[in-house]
Nanobody, 123 residues
Framework: QVQLVDSGGGLVQAGGSLRLSCAASGRTFSSYDMGWFRQALGKEREFVAAISRTGLSKYYVESAKGRFTISRDNAKNTVYLQMNSLKPEDTAVYYC????????????????WGQGTQVTVSS
């Protein structure tokens, strides 16, 4: 198993930036593909970004391309989501997740989840 702890959320004005972190413990972090999802109030959880085990392949939802960057540091057992040019519609609880299907945008393909971190973007 792997345990995930999300952090880095907060309140930011539109146009601002935040960097989310997800620290993993347990089984070998580098053996998992990692993803970030978000869930806004009253909406379904949606895919944001994913990164392969080596970090060489990255995938984004269309609305995040050019603004968000996913990365990982396998030596630190941590995955990051750098979010720039934030918009009010990015407001949500953000979750990191670990799975075994590279690049999957389906929540069902991720086996372990962090507790979530709230991101609020004011206009």
């Amino acid at each position: 198993q792997v345990q995930l702890v999300d952090s880095g959320g907060g309140l930011v004005q539109a146009g601002g930036s935040l960097r989310l972190s997800c620290a993993a413990s347990g089984r070998t972090f580098s053996s998992y593909d990692m993803g970030w999802f978000r869930q806004a109030l009253g909406k379904e959880r949606e895919f944001v970004a994913a990164i392969s085990r080596t970090g060489l392949s990255k995938y984004y939802v269309e609305s995040a391309k050019g603004r968000f960057t996913i990365s990982r540091d396998n030596a630190k057992n941590t995955v990051y989501l750098q979010m720039n040019s934030l918009k009010p519609e990015d407001t949500a609880v953000y979750y990191c997740a670990a799975g075994s299907t590279t690049g999957s945008k389906r929540a069902e393909d991720y086996h372990y989840w962090g507790q979530g971190t709230q991101v609020t973007v004011s206009s």
